[in-house]
């Protein structure tokens, strides 16, 4: 009987006294996967298709690209 109840008992004033700190750091850790997550997801998402029409269009307006390479970009991301 001791034998069943002494492990339990032990177990259940390990949880009462440390259990705010195995709470926070779950809590910590999970927020740190989410911070990875996120990153990981903006850093493979890239930019979006609007923000490179508009990179494509400042260097047109700037002379760098001409219209046949605008259109063609242009072309290429649309696709």
């Known amino acids: 009987m001791f034998i069943i109840i002494i492990p339990w008992l032990g177990v259940l004033c390990y949880l009462l006294v440390r259990g705010k700190d195995m709470q926070m ?39 760098i690209l001409t219209d046949a390479e605008f259109e063609a970009q242009k072309v290429r991301l649309l696709s």
């Open 25 to 63: 750091r779950s809590l910590h850790s999970f927020a740190h996967s989410e911070d990875i997550r996120r990153a990981y997801i903006k850093e493979v998402a890239g930019s979006s298709l609007a923000d490179e029409k508009s990179k494509l269009a400042e260097l047109k307006n700037q002379g």
